[in-house]
């Protein structure tokens, strides 16, 4: 059973950044696959960035060229880089990782507003 601890989420005003981490509890260097995903209300939960075992990224449409994703496979950490933050990025975020089966974390809260 891999524990993932989401923190980084908050406040901001559109045009900031925040900085998400996710602490896994297993090695990530063995996940098949990393990622963040969200979910605002009233709507389903969403792909916003991911990293495979090989170093691929894939990330969002409405996120590219703002978000950032990465690994740090010494510190068991996945951060998500946002900047440029809109109002339309206010969701819960969670981390996901795929290692043998998937595991979840139990989210951050995201709100982007003046």
């Known amino acids: 059973q891999v524990q993932l601890v989401e923190s980084g989420g908050g406040l901001v005003q559109p045009g900031g950044s925040l900085r998400l981490s996710c602490v896994a509890s297993e090695s990530v260097s063995r996940a098949n696959l990393v990622g963040w995903y969200r979910q605002a209300p009233g709507k389903q939960r969403e792909l916003v960035a991911s990293?495979?075992?090989?170093?691929?990224?894939t990330y969002a449409d409405s996120v590219k060229g703002r978000f950032t994703i990465s690994k740090d496979v010494a510190e068991n950490k996945v951060a998500l880089q946002m900047n440029s933050l809109k109002p339309e990025d206010t969701a819960v975020y969670y981390c996901?990782?795929?290692?043998?089966?998937?595991?979840w974390g139990r989210g951050t809260q995201v709100t982007v507003s003046s």
């Open positions: 990293i495979t075992s090989r170093g691929v990224r």
């Open positions: 996901y990782v795929f290692l043998g089966d998937n595991y």
